[in-house]
T-cell receptor
Framework: AQSVTQPDIHITVSEGASLELRCNYS??????LFWYVQSPGQGLQLLLK??????LVQGIKGFEAEFKRSQSSFNLRKPSVHWSDAAEYFC??????????????FGTGTRLTIIP | KAGVTQTPRYLIKTRGQQVTLSCSPI?????VSWYQQTPGQGLQFLFE???????NKGNFPGRFSGRQFSNSRSEMNVSTLELGDSALYLC????????????FGSGTRLTVV
């Protein structure tokens, strides 16, 4: 079965600083990978996704992620964070290469705090 | 374009009762999935529906059930509520079954007392 590990439970960065959130996955086939963001009391918003092709994926709000098959990683990056980026971030792997089994397996999340 | 709508937003129920949560997908979306989010277990897949058929189910007891109507709206039901069922229940929709091409609603916060 697939699994997702987000080793950092909580990260604090200064506004304007760069950010990298780590994600490692375990999946037998070529993975579908996603990053979602959740603000308090809200649902999940898709930041970006990787299905195939270019391993550097651009997303919304200035985020990007790089798929590294050799490291089974899909780390999320942003060159300069804004106070509005404070939220919880979830990495997920999508299972569904066979029609009829589509679902997401999520990591435990990383809570991002921004300090002025 | 309206997003995924979940009702109600908040719900308080007593242990042993049953509850029904509703999800209206984005117009034109025919696949609806449900997820449970708790502090202890995180985000867990409940089930997925497409064209009124349950196509995939997560590892939850039979007290958790759902259905999808011909207009793609979906409901999930939890019977004999337990304290551990307190959670944020998230619904997600997509045009067709897809390994992750979902748009999520804001969720229903269920508290069991």
């Amino acid at each position: 079965a697939q699994s997702v590990t987000q080793p950092d439970i909580h990260i604090t960065v200064s506004e304007g600083a760069s950010l990298e959130l780590r994600c490692n996955y375990s999946y037998g086939a070529t993975p579908y990978l996603f990053w979602y963001v959740q603000s308090p009391g809200q649902g999940l918003q898709l930041l970006l996704k990787y299905f195939s092709g270019d391993t550097l994926v651009q997303g919304i709000k200035g985020f990007e992620a790089e798929f590294k098959r050799s490291q089974s990683s899909f780390n999320l990056r942003k060159p300069s964070v804004h106070w509005s980026d404070a939220a919880e971030y979830f990495c997920a792997v999508g299972e569904g290469s066979n029609f009829g089994n589509e679902k997401l397996t999520f990591g435990t999340g990383t809570r991002l705090t921004i300090i002025p | 374009k309206a997003g995924v709508t979940q009702t109600p937003r908040y719900l308080i129920k007593t242990r042993g009762q049953q509850v029904t949560l509703s999800c209206s997908p984005i117009s034109g979306h025919r696949s609806v999935s449900w997820y449970q989010q708790t502090p202890g277990q995180g985000l867990q897949f409940l089930f997925e529906y497409f064209s009124e058929t349950q196509r995939n189910k997560g590892n939850f007891p039979g007290r958790f059930s759902g259905r999808q109507f011909s207009n793609s709206r979906s409901e999930m039901n939890v019977s004999t509520l337990e304290l551990g069922d307190s959670a944020l229940y998230l619904c997600a929709s997509s045009p067709k079954p897809s390994p992750g091409g979902y748009t999520f609603g804001s969720g229903t916060r269920l508290t069991v007392v």
